[in-house]
């Protein structure tokens, strides 16, 4: 069983910036993926941006060049830069680990709200 603990989220002007971290109970280093989504109110959750053993650091179009995600293996906390945020952003946004070998189990983080204000 992994618990994921997320922080960081707040309310922001467009243009601002934040910063999203979560931290796992376990060792990030031995999970197969981790990843941050978000889920808008009336809308499908989506992957943001994602760091997996098979494809490497992925990013949604809407955020290439404005998020960026990182791991620190020694607090096993992953974390999501956020900047030039807009409106759009806005939504809760929940971290994701990707655990398994054989068998991949997701877990999930409680999520954490992020808007962005015109």
């Known amino acids: 069983q992994v618990q994921l603990v997320e922080s960081g989220g707040g309310l922001v002007q467009a243009g601002g910036a934040l910063r999203l971290s979560c931290t796992a109970s376990?060792?990030?280093?031995?999970?197969?993926?981790m990843g941050w989504y978000r889920q808008a109110p009336g809308k499908q959750r989506e992957l943001v941006a994602g760091?997996?053993?098979?494809?490497?650091?992925n990013y949604a179009d809407s955020v290439k060049g404005r998020f960026t995600i990182s791991m620190d293996y020694t607090k096993n906390t992953m974390s999501l830069q956020m900047n030039s945020l807009k409106p759009g952003d806005t939504a809760v946004y929940y971290c994701?680990?990707?655990?398994?070998?054989?068998?991949?189990?997701?877990?999930w983080g409680q999520g954490t709200q992020v808007t962005v204000s015109s």
């Open positions: 994701n680990a990707r655990v398994g070998a054989e068998i991949l189990y997701d877990y």
């Open positions: 376990g060792s990030i280093f031995s999970f197969f993926a």
């Open positions: 760091q997996s053993r098979e494809s490497g650091i």
